[in-house]
């Protein structure tokens, strides 16, 4: 049973480029939960989605940041006109969402982004 | 609001010593409390978790960590280290009153265990 998936590994960005970071969730999860780590610090929760609902995005930053959950494919993790404060490891967890708050979220190994 | 504190930022033990990694919360509603370790370059690996019931948690690798509501701890050892279990440590909470469950984790222990 294959885990969490994310795409590319590592990213490279110029600054004002755009990036996007995508997560497959573990076969029979549906949902999907993305944290940023930047360098030296803990991870920090950013979105919440569910298939095709956004259900918690209160850490995520208001602007240039989006994410979504389609029915079909991937969550994708988008952020536009990146800055050098955007660099940063993207994690993307997963939970089968039929336990409540007592279920785990199963992590994948991350997007580490470099903005240039 | 909800905080967590991992009380060292690195710990170095030498192989086959004994090591205990520090964790406390605060909360103002009660809440289920994780470990995850990170290898280099790779994602989080749950180790273990409290959920309900006996305060003493056994886990992954011969991990365990015990629950003290009083203290507001939930702090993490293991009997005798090995060298692989050079990582970085995290502690998190979620609250219980939420139903979708988004963790809070706090910054982070980073094990260097040595020959």
């Known amino acids: 049973n294959a885990g969490v998936m994310q795409n590319p590994r590592h990213l490279v960005r110029r600054r004002g480029q755009e990036a996007r970071l995508r997560c497959s969730p573990m076969?029979?999860?549906?949902?999907v939960y993305w944290y940023r780590q930047l360098p030296e610090e803990g991870l920090k929760f950013m979105v919440y989605?569910?298939?095709?609902?956004?259900?918690?995005e209160s850490g995520m930053p208001k602007e240039r940041f989006s994410a979504e959950f389609p029915k079909e494919g991937p969550s994708i993790l988008r952020i536009q006109q990146v800055v050098r404060g955007d660099s940063a490891a993207y994690f993307c967890?997963?939970?089968?969402?039929?336990?409540?708050?007592?279920?785990?979220?199963?992590f994948g190994p991350g997007t580490r982004l470099l903005v240039l | 609001a909800q905080s967590v504190t991992q009380l060292d930022s690195q710990v170095p033990v030498f192989e086959e010593a004994p090591v205990e990694l520090r964790c406390n919360y605060s909360?103002?509603?009660?809440?289920?409390l994780f470990w995850y370790v990170q290898y280099p370059n790779q994602g989080l690996q749950l180790l273990l978790k409290?959920?309900?019931?006996?305060?003493l948690v056994k886990g992954i690798n011969g991990f365990e960590a015990e629950f003290n509501k009083s203290q507001t701890s939930f702090h993490l050892r293991k009997p005798s280290v090995h060298i692989s279990d050079t990582a970085e440590y995290f502690c998190?909470?979620?609250?219980?009153?939420?139903?979708?469950?988004?963790?809070?984790f706090g910054a982070g222990t980073q094990v260097v265990v040595t020959p």
């Open positions: 409290y959920l309900s019931g006996s305060t």
């Open positions: 967890a997963s939970s089968s969402g039929t336990s409540g708050g007592q279920e785990t979220q199963y």
């Open positions: 076969k029979g999860h549906s949902h």
């Open positions: 998190a909470v979620r609250l219980t009153t939420d139903s979708w469950g988004k963790l809070q």
């Open positions: 989605l569910q298939k095709e609902n956004i259900i918690d």
């Open positions: 909360s103002s509603v009660s809440v289920y």
